[in-house]
């Protein structure tokens, strides 16, 4: 499995201007980097020494670096302390977030938000909810990097595109990868491991991105996926199969070759609709999953300890040992040695023709990278609401904090007050945790987020 | 209004759709959630939650049957349809059943079945009122326990009515049909994966049964069931699509102005690839008359036709329902519109545009 980090660089070549002044901003170790960061200027690369920083961290210029120092075992280490929500956001198209070892943040460990042109390379991601997750973002890379205990997906590709998963290793999470309504996309060369699932490409309803299509799997070990599903009963993740390597949930036109998938105690790969997961429908997606496309893979040992709901299904149906479950409506679907293949549900598709292959494909990014559209203050108000607020308040229920609607009361008329708490909370109530301050966002973008829940946000 | 259960609709669309697949385990602490889910904090937010939501106690059968009838169809507001449904459920307890149908013709008590079939079915709306109430990602804790709480109540008030008219399903049809409606409703929600694929295996039988006996009952209701279930089922697993959009045109025929059963044969033709055949019943549903569904079923029945519209690429049709669905809304204020608002990183509206993706437009 050879590397593919010379893609890296063609990030750097889309970065224009401004690497003329680029300059390095060493963070001391354990001081606050959130300073630093607000002192740098587009092109900056900000270097963290080793040491522990039990901080969040928000970027929203475009074209910073932020790489931790690594000493051995020694790690620029983010702690979330299981109090606060985020390790690492940015919302700046060109950003590239290298070498951290983060762990125990609630919500995200790694969060792009809006962000085109990322890099995410080289961290070391110990739980959270999402250990690494871009969200609308065109053009990124994630490569280097081990994410390990997320109740949902270790790395969670969300509503993005031409986005490339290259030679990462996930375990222990209940997903270990995912490109979630994510339309080009290539995974190659992972591992994944001991997982509830290894890798699930899926449509959810009720997002603004509709679809999700082109996706590509290749070249990856998925092994022994078949961990108890311990996502909370009340997240979408707890409705995700245990025990298979590779699950397609919803997408079209994806492409699953040379992977070797092992030892996935209910299924080698479920193919299947929108609906299995009893998810509220969305009349805008199309449910069904056609044009998946499995080429030649190396299948062993799958199927051989089915466990759960799906495991049932299938001994219903008096099958085991399965490489390839298909139970949805798609089309056009098809497998490459059908006779080498253990598989069930599949009698309507076809034999692949082999130029279906995705050997030669070296990368779903975008030559010359995205455009840079610069956000409104109104945008930046939602973007840093959904990533940042939404994690511990919902509209019209407590969360781990109040309602927002129950906030938009207490604050009607009054953003500064409200500002003022976001930026400095005193503990109020007394059945409730602390809420930690957000000063890091900044005046401009707390300004923006109050805007947005005091007159936009509601039903 | 005086209600039957021959007017029972929508309670069933997701159901046939519901998860085959889930695995609540144990929860791990670490993120929001999982902390929320400790099972001493779970059992107070409950407790508080039944506190909450109690109704004013109401005595005597005729009270109770008053407010039965004034909210047992407000499916816009969730707290009072519950209590109306519980009015008249707890009206029942005060009404004898005959489990002899001469018999109750002799003493003029088939009013009395009649009545239990009907909240019966008001309780089976319920379930569907609960179920759309569900956030689409994610849900807070306290919102979370009370719609846990109202379905166990909602439960055992069906299950109450339901131990009464057991005798009488051999008999009557229509009470075998809402006892399968009761299995695939109930399940829906909070309930574990291995016990609603039992539900659903009897919900089959009941309704094959119930074809058999009585094929017009309930406007089709048996047929509209029925047929969900076999366009959603896997064929190794007894689904057949094709016998399933026979049985959903026939619940169409039956009752050509439910736009429950629209739905679920526009998506059942779709799941074909039928895509003319859905297009020309979607036209057909643009002529029902808005007057003749419920309102909140009917903003949110076109709403969703409205979404099948646009992925058929039928834009003219989509302006159509979204402007049907605006004068609905115009005129009933208090009905939902079921924006949905965001949480963990994500949700409907575009953060870029500030529109709601579910909008017709």
């Known amino acids: 499995m050879t590397t593919k980090l010379a893609l890296s660089s063609i990030l ?55 790489r931790g120092l690594r000493d051995g075992d020694n790690w620029a280490v983010m702690d979330g302390e299981l109090i606060r929500n985020d390790g690492i956001i940015t919302s700046g198209h060109s ?20 962000a085109n042109n990322f890099t995410i390379s080289n961290n070391y991601v110990e739980g959270a909810f999402y250990g690494i997750f871009p969200q609308y973002g065109i053009n990124g890379l994630i490569t280097g990097n081990t994410v390990s205990g997320a109740e949902d997906a270790g790395v969670y590709v969300g509503m993005s595109d031409n986005v490339d998963v290259f030679e990462n290793i996930a375990f222990g999470n209940v997903m270990g990868l995912e490109f979630e309504n994510t339309r080009n996309g290539l995974m190659a060369n992972n591992h994944v491991y001991g997982n509830s699932a290894g890798i699930t490409l899926t449509l959810i309803p009720g997002l603004p991105v509709k679809d999700a299509n082109n996706l590509v799997i290749r070249d990856n070990l998925i092994e022994d996926n078949n961990i108890e599903n311990f996502a909370p009963a009340s997240s979408i993740a707890s409705q995700v199969p245990r025990g298979i390597g590779i699950g397609i949930v919803g997408p079209d036109k994806t492409t699953i070759e040379n992977n070797e998938i092992k030892n996935n105690g209910t299924a080698g790969i479920l193919v299947a609709d929108q609906t299995l997961f009893g998810m ?152 409730f945790p602390e809420m930690p301050p957000q000063a890091y966002l900044g005046e401009e973008n707390l300004n923006a987020i109050a805007d947005y829940i005091l007159n936009e946000l509601g039903g | 209004m005086s209600r039957s259960p021959r007017h029972l609709k929508g309670t069933l669309l997701s159901t046939a759709l519901t998860c085959l697949i889930s695995l609540p385990a144990f929860a791990q602490t670490g993120s929001v959630l999982s902390d929320l889910e400790n099972p001493e904090f779970l059992a107070k937010k409950r407790a508080e939650a039944a506190e909450f939501i109690k109704c004013d106690p109401i005595d005597g059968f005729d009270a109770r049957m008053a407010a039965y009838e004034a909210g047992a169809t407000a499916k816009w507001d969730r707290a009072s349809m519950g209590c109306a449904v519980q009015a008249g459920s707890q009206a029942l307890d005060e009404m004898s059943l005959p489990t002899n149908l001469i018999w109750a013709f002799v003493t003029f008590r088939v009013d009395n079945i009649e009545k239990h079939l009907e909240v019966l079915g008001a309780n089976l709306e319920y379930f569907d009122v609960l179920a759309n109430s569900y956030a689409d990602h994610y849900e ?52 574990p994966p291995e016990e609603a694929n039992a539900a659903m295996k009897s919900a089959i039988e009941d309704l094959e049964i119930a074809i058999a006996e009585k094929p017009e009952a309930l406007d089709g209701l048996s047929q509209l069931m029925l047929g969900q279930v076999l366009v959603a089922l896997p064929p190794f697993l007894g689904g057949d699509a094709l016998r399933g959009i026979e049985l959903l045109e026939q619940a169409n025929e039956l009752n050509p102005n439910d736009l429950t059963v629209h739905r679920a044969l526009v998506e059942a033709y779709m799941g074909e690839r039928e895509d003319e055949k859905a297009i020309a019943l979607l036209q057909a549903a643009l ?62 509206e575009n953060p870029f545009t500030g529109k709601d993706s579910s909008d017709l437009n």
């Open chain 1, 95 to 114: 950003s590239t977030i290298d070498g951290f070892f983060v762990k125990a943040y609630k919500g995200n460990g790694i969060m792009t938000q809006g």
């Open chain 1, 280 to 431: 509220s429908t969305d009349p805008k997606n199309d449910p069904y999953s056609d044009e998946a496309i499995i080429m030649a893979n190396t299948f062993s040992g799958n199927g051989e300890d089915m466990t759960g709901i799906l495991g049932d299904l299938i001994k219903q149906a008096g099958a085991s040992g399965l490489d390839v479950v298909a139970l949805g409506k798609g089309r056009g679907s098809c497998l490459a040695n059908p006779d080498e293949v253990a598989s069930l549900g599949t009698d309507r598709w076809e034999t692949c023709d082999p130029s279906l292959s995705a050997a030669e494909m070296k990368t779903a990014m975008i030559p010359g990278g995205a455009e840079e559209p610069v956000y409104t203050a109104e945008q930046k108000g939602r973007l840093t609401y959904l990533a940042v607020c939404t994690g511990c308040h919902t509209y019209d229920s407590v969360l781990h904090g109040p309602s927002m609607q129950s906030i938009q009361a207490l604050y009607k008329d009054n953003a500064d007050g409200m500002i003022e708490y976001i930026s400095e909370p005193v503990r109020k109530r007394e059945d």
């Open chain 2, 287 to 348: 002529e029902v008359d808005p007057a003749l569904e419920n309102g909140q079923d009917y903003v949110d029945d076109t709403k969703h036709l409205g979404g099948l519209a646009l992925r058929l690429d039928q834009g003219d049709m989509a302006t159509q329902f979204n402007d049907k669905r605006n004068e609905r809304l115009a005129s009933n204020p208090e009905l939902l519109t079921r924006k949905a608002i965001a949480s963990f990183g994500h949700g409907e």
């Open chain 2, 140 to 191: 807070g804790i306290e919102k979370s326990s009370e719609l846990y709480v109202r379905w166990q109540d909602t439960r055992a008030q069906s299950e109450a009515i339901l131990a009464k008219i057991d005798p009488i399903i051999p008999k009557v049809t229509e009470a075998r049909i809402l006892r399968a409606a009761y299995n695939l409703a109930s399940t829906v929600k909070e309930t």
């Open chain 1, 12 to 66: 750097c070549t889309t970065i224009l201007g401004s690497a003329a002044y680029a300059a390095d901003i060493t963070v001391p170790s354990g001081d606050e980097i959130q300073k630093y960061v607000d002192q740098a200027q587009p092109g900056d690369t900000i270097l963290v020494e080793p040491g522990v920083y039990k901080q969040s961290v928000y970027i929203d210029k475009p074209n910073i670096t932020i």
